[in-house]
């Protein structure tokens, strides 16, 4: 008896065929890898029974100055905020309702808000309604419009100096306006306030931008500009950083402890200090099946439990999110797989993520196994590339197998196999529940490993030793 390891290195490549993929796994869903084990991805149930109604597009989350936890939800037609248990609909008097999908021949983009906590309160912006609004933590009153705010928003965004930024200020998309710190009513600069204002030095215009450590990073279509706080007379200063590395759109970006990393319209970046192209695993099976003419949906959230960064995008026959990729960046592993959702907030304010769907559902996540009580099953799982396990042109025989973690019957372990890389699969083995010692009766000369979750409950797997016996060859 002899035994032979299939040790496949964590986190998913798309290389263009099965067998070039080689000892690695290939694709899967709702999978994740953690220390080096794989693991299922948690499951979710509801966080409301609320739906929220016109189509959910953003989601913030903070603290109150008693701790107490606020979030806020944005649709094309509403505002929602939580508070103390309920939610409200504080949706402002005149709101503009937004564009649901990009139609660029029309000049239309794809409506989206930028939510900031000013202290205790909110601030906020729908896009196209172009307003900075102000809540004040009272669920009996209605946003409000700051007046003295300039008009035509695209977002806002409040610094660690409690300066709250007006961008794309008067409908000039490269301008950033800020008002006196600790004051939404003061936007006219004088010798007496801090207020002020800036304009890239672009042809483009601002798409996102994140606060990072001291820097507010700024971020164009092809461009990477860095904010900074320089103190009296012009308080904030902006040099250019790289002419390319642009972003997808708004939500495109996620701020980590020290880097911040965002989806361009044809690669991953990363910038720490120096910007630099983030080489992704699964580049073919992102970009190569993406709406980009939807890109403005596109939403991504960390996952710090887990050391994830997780994006969520439309797939090329869709308008919605329909589809995610994880950037596991303690590992720089790559995963991906198929889930709706179109806004995510990590749990730094409530004790699980939340997400919320296309439909106006929001969940929260990595609580429990299941689909909100429904079976998700064989929904997770995981298949490799095709793998050589014979030398020259010896086929082998798998007798049997052994997993390397505890086994557990809620993971099931199937077998491909083929004689020749490209020549289709001559048998595969029944699906079977993983056990301490499994019996297979299955020859070929290369292996395709597949995992199928059996039930929603959590599983392990490390590798699996095969008790491979020569079979002849010609």
């Known amino acids: 008896m002899a035994y032979t390891t299939l040790d496949v290195v964590p986190g998913f490549i798309s290389n263009p065929t099965p067998y070039s993929t080689g000892l690695r796994w290939r694709q899967g869903n709702l999978v994740r890898w953690h220390e080096g084990i794989l693991l299922p991805i948690g499951g979710w149930t509801k966080f409301t029974t609320t739906t929220f109604e ?17 979030s806020v939800v944005g649709t094309l037609t509403k505002l929602y905020a939580y508070d103390n248990g309920s939610w409200y609909d504080i949706t402002p008097t005149g709101l503009t309702a937004g564009y649901a999908d990009t139609n660029r021949s029309a000049g ?31 669920p009996s009153n209605p946003a409000t419009v700051v007046s003295a705010a300039p008009t035509s928003l695209i977002g806002t965004h409040v610094t660690p100096e409690r300066h709250v930024f007006a961008v794309g200020a008067g409908g000039d998309k490269r301008r950033i306006d800020w008002c006196s710190a600790e004051d939404l009513n003061t936007w006219t600069p004088g010798p007496t306030n801090s207020a002020g204002y800036l304009v890239l030095t672009t042809n483009e215009t601002i798409k996102s931008w994140v606060q990072f450590k001291n820097l507010v990073i700024v971020l164009t279509e092809s461009e990477v500009h860095a904010i900074r706080y320089v ?13 390319g590395g642009g972003v997808m759109g708004l939500h495109s970006v996620v701020a980590l402890d020290d880097k911040v990393v965002w989806m361009g319209p044809s690669n991953f970046y990363v910038f720490d200090g120096v910007l630099r192209h983030l080489p992704c695993a699964v580049y073919d099976t992102v970009f190569g099946d993406i709406n980009v003419e939807q890109r403005e ?49 990590d749990s730094t304010i409530f004790d699980n993520p939340l997400a919320l769907t296309s439909e106006g559902v929001l969940y929260k996540h990595e609580d429990g196994w299941t689909d909100n009580g ?34 557990s019957r809620a993971l099931g372990i199937r077998l491909h196999m083929s004689e020749w890389p490209e020549g289709g699969h001559v048998q595969s083995s029944r699906l079977q529940a993983a056990s301490p010692k499994m019996d297979f009766r299955i020859s ?6 597949e995992l199928v979750g059996l039930e929603d409950k959590n599983w392990q797997f490390g590798n699996l030793r095969l008790d491979v016996v020569p079979a002849g060859g010609r």
Do not use: C
């Open 297 to 345: 949906k596109i939403y991504a959230s960390r996952n710090k439990q887990f050391n994830e960064v997780w994006w969520f995008y439309p797939g090329s026959g869709s308008t919605s999110n329909s589809k995610y990729v994880v950037w596991n960046y303690a590992m720089n592993i790559w995963y991906t797989g198929d889930l709706n959702r179109v806004a995510m907030e």
């Open 108 to 138: 239309q983009l794809a409506t989206t808000w930028s939510f900031a906590n000013f202290g205790q309160q909110l601030v906020a912006v729908q896009d196209r309604d172009g307003r900075l609004l102000n809540w004040a933590n009272n």
């Open 231 to 243: 103190g009296y007379p012009y308080f904030y200063g902006v040099e250019k950083v790289s002419s």
């Open 444 to 449: 070929g000369r290369h292996i395709q490993l």
């Open 54 to 70: 016109g189509g959910a597009r953003a989601l913030f989350s903070w603290r109150k100055n008693d701790f107490l936890p606020q």
């Open 374 to 407: 429904n079976k998700i099953g064989q929904g997770r799982w995981v298949k490799s590339g095709m793998m050589s396990i014979s030398e020259g042109n010896k086929v082998v025989f798998v007798r049997g197998a052994i997993p390397d973690r505890d086994p």
